[in-house]
């Protein structure tokens, strides 16, 4: 039937261009067993479709495309051999591109743009502008993402780069120029190299280099690009155009430090006689074609219409805006070890990791009623309508982490720090605004140690004796909550106390069934196990005996684990970065960390006395929760 062999192939040809790639079609014969005699048709009379003739039709095998993330899932890459060795060789041959990394940080001017609402109503815009007029009608430049107030993008010429980043300076002078309530400035940082492309994120030297000229030493209104790529623009691509781009530009050079490894760059700062003749001859989009070009993407078009009237907006959101906002709990993971371990293993170790993080979060995610919002580099940032599915997917993501982990050497090993907290937050695409929002990455960022949950008071709060009670039952754990205290800075530099929790639990063994609360943590005034000010929750027990074979205290010794360090700006986190010269410095094992930590004791089982197993808890140790 001609008709529905044409359904067919239309069902097959409509697979999603940007999930699945036909990349091989093959025709295989039917077998003798599946040929089958039919008698011709009547006159006038079509051939139903019937099993037997379906079976003897040719089968098309399609293979998908998968993306380098999906690679890594292999559990051949959770080891060294060849077989890790031909999944990364594979993953470099499909997705890895030679090019030039891109990074936009958009700079405001606070006085006028005083709140995270306002600012990001026109974040919302320069991206629309940005898309409409330079990156459409231009195919060079490919978008990777939009991450805050930053834009990461591809570019494989160098040459095209340069003329790119002189663009993306001139559009924000006009904008400035003619829309007096978005007052913008942006730095831009460009490095050239090979690149690890993932689905809506990039990795590699390139782009580390390129986020901290951009991000760390970056100047607004300026270009910063490092001497690697200067030369190669020189040398490489040598030629009229690239000498027309750089006489538009100051050249001034510099250096700075990245992980004791000096860095030359050159600042390129466009020449003041250049600025009217190069605006000119620039359009920016109208807002109509803004308008236009957000058609389908209803929530950003009423962020970009704020600034269009020119409104500027207070902490007190809009009516237009109510239904973006929503009442969630946010959770943000952060992986510890970057530097060290790409540096002795290379990037691709790193990302087979967390590749297989962010799986366990997804998987977690659907499981219940979460959605992830983004990742960002090494972190993954998802939401939950409520406190208890948070905490049931949180048990679930313990438990993937911890099997994923078994067996493995520590650097094999997915270490986590968490940051979670609660409350209404402005949710748009992949942006979140509000202070539950600052709050959550003051946690994950810059308080949170590996292995710690850290959860602010609004979590701690909802926690009620009924819910704790309900995940004890059903996940047979004991919590344990350490009150912290420390000072946060808001957007006008004003500090202010910040209660937080560190929270942790311990798996109960059939022993411990029927310990009483009073058996682990004396809680004060709190039947949640909460502990006073300077108090540590005693979540340790004694070191076991019996040790799994995997265990080996002489590598643990000598390939210690690293402790993540603080970010290098006070901007939006950064991609840490991947090149440094510095050894690792020696740790103690595991078992003698501190007593707040769950990690402290490795999957082991419990001591016996007398033969009878102990009556201590097992603590639970998923190198991360």
């Known amino acids: 039937n001609n008709n529905n062999n044409n359904s067919i192939g239309n069902k097959q040809e409509a697979l999603p261009r940007d999930l699945d790639r036909i990349e091989e079609v093959q025709e295989s014969k039917p077998s003798d067993s599946n040929n ?27 293979l998908r495309k998968m993306s380098a993330s999906d690679y890594l899932l292999d559990t051949s890459c959770q080891s060294v051999g060849p077989g890790r060795d031909a999944v990364f060789e594979q ?36 991206r629309s502008a940005i898309e409409a007029s330079l990156l459409q009608p231009n195919p060079t430049v490919r978008l990777v993402k939009h991450d805050d107030q930053r834009t990461f993008c591809f570019v494989e010429k160098a040459v095209d780069a340069l003329q790119f980043c002189l663009d993306v300076q001139i559009l924000c002078n006009k904008i400035n120029a003619s829309y007096k309530n978005v007052p913008v400035t942006a730095s831009v940082g460009m490095e050239h190299g090979d690149i690890i492309m993932f689905p809506h994120d990039y990795f590699g030297d390139a782009v580390n280099i390129a986020s901290k000229l951009g991000e760390d030493v970056g100047i607004p209104g300026k270009v910063q690009i490092s001497d690697v790529c200067m030369q190669y623009l020189v040398n490489k691509e040598q030629n009229e155009e690239v000498k027309s781009i750089l006489d538009n530009f100051v050249v001034e050079n510099s250096s700075c430090e990245i992980s004791k490894v000096k860095i030359k760059y050159s600042t390129l700062s466009i020449k003041e006689e250049k600025q009217q003749y190069l605006m000119q001859s620039l359009t920016i989009p109208s807002d109509n074609e803004i308008q236009n070009f957000l058609n389908e993407k209803k929530d950003q078009q009423r962020l970009v219409s704020q600034v269009m009237k020119g409104e500027m907006l207070t902490n007190t959101i809009p009516t237009s805006l109510a239904p973006l906002q929503k009442k969630c709990c946010i959770v943000q993971s952060d992986m510890s070890g970057f530097t ?73 090993q997915i270490r986590l720090k968490l940051g979670i907290s609660y409350g209404d937050v402005l949710h748009v695409g992949h942006d979140l605004v509000g202070e539950v929002w600052e709050e959550n990455c003051f946690l994950a960022e810059e308080k949170a140690e590996a292995g710690e949950i850290l959860i602010t008071s609004a979590v701690k709060q909802s926690l009620d004796a009924s819910t704790i009670q309900d995940l004890k039952n059903k996940y047979r754990v004991h919590y344990g909550f350490e009150r912290r205290h420390d000072t946060r800075s808001d957007k006008q530099n004003a500090s202010n106390d910040f209660t ?21 943590v004396k809680p004060k005034d709190d039947v949640s196990g909460e502990t006073g000010d300077n108090e540590h929750t005693k979540l340790t027990q004694e070191e076991p005996t019996n040790k799994p074979e995997s265990y080996n205290t002489d590598d643990a010794k000598s390939t210690p684990e ?27 094992e595991e078992s003698t960390a501190q007593p707040n930590k769950t990690e402290a004791v490795s ?18 140790n998923t190198g991360a929760v």
């Open 500 to 520: 937080y929790y560190n929270m942790s639990f311990v798996e109960r063994t059939d022993s411990s069934l029927f310990l009483m609360e009073d058996d682990l």
């Open 91 to 126: 993953v470099k041959q499909d997705w890895q591109e030679t090019g030039a990394a891109v990074i936009i940080l958009f700079h405001y001017n606070t006085s006028v743009l005083s709140t995270a609402i306002s600012r990001l109503c026109a974040t919302m815009f320069l």
């Open 36 to 62: 089958v005699t039919l008698a011709p048709p009547k006159k006038d009379e079509t051939l139903r479709p019937t099993k037997q003739n379906r079976a003897s039709r040719p089968k098309r095998k399609i």
């Open 340 to 412: 060290r371990l790409t540096k002795q293993y290379g990037i691709l170790h790193f990302l087979t990791l967390v590749s297989n993080c962010r799986n366990i979060f997804n998987n977690s995610c659907s499981m219940h009623e979460g959605a992830i919002v983004k990742y960002d580099g090494d972190n993954t940032v998802c939401i939950f309508e409520s406190i208890s599915n948070t905490m049931q997917a949180l048990h679930d993501i313990h438990a993937g982490i911890k099997e994923f982990n078994k067996n493995k050497h520590v650097d094999f």
């Open 562 to 588: 690293e402790h993540t360090s603080k970010p290098i700006s006070t901007n939006k986190p950064n991609r840490t970065e991947a090149i440094t010269d510095s050894k690792p410095t020696p740790e103690k």
């Open 603 to 620: 999957h082991a089982k419990p001591t016996q006395e007398n033969g009878k197993p102990s009556d201590k808890s097992q603590v639970s």
